[in-house]
């Protein structure tokens, strides 16, 4: 596998998430505005990836990870999601904490740290927002889904995965009950509020606030 560096590993990570959950392909600029970096530095970045074999590009298109590119993204998320589960079941962190923490100490665990704390999770298999840990072969789970704010009325399912991207956001449905695994049904969908029921009870979140929640199809 091409050698990486903490940096490499970030765009890696942020190219595969982008569309994990979603089906358009991140472009250069979409990809500065999540790395908080300028356009000229996601240029060299991705020419010195393209290099190493990790990253497809054309001139004013989509970057699409290579074979070898995906093998390390997923490499990489694998020991960030390990991390979060491993902060909240065994360190004492609220799932709305531990995103900044994984993002330091996926660079500098070692892997038999890293397969210590897999096994003694009992191998997960979602992390604590409901974002599929990849195996150590490379394997990611996933079933079909549909984002709350686009479910129609009536529909219902299990949340699967609840964006971490908003601490907030998070602290709220966890006042509410709404976590991975909470079966919830659409009852109203007009305007600027999505009524729903879950955890027992009847209850309105904004149109942003579902669109950070995925349900299954």
Known sequence: MPATSPAIEDYLKTVYAHTEWQPDPITPKVLADKLGVAPSSVTEMVKKMAANGLILHVPYGPLRLT??????????????RLIETWLVAEMGYSWDEVHDEAEVLEHSLSDRLLEAIDARLGRPSRDPHGDAIPSASGDVASEPFVLLSEAPIAHAGRVIRISDRDPEVLRELERRGIRPGVEIAVTDAAGELVTLQAAGEVGELSQEVAAAIWVTA
């Open 67 to 80: 074979d070898a590119g995906r093998a390390r993204a997923l490499a990489v998320v694998r020991r960030h």
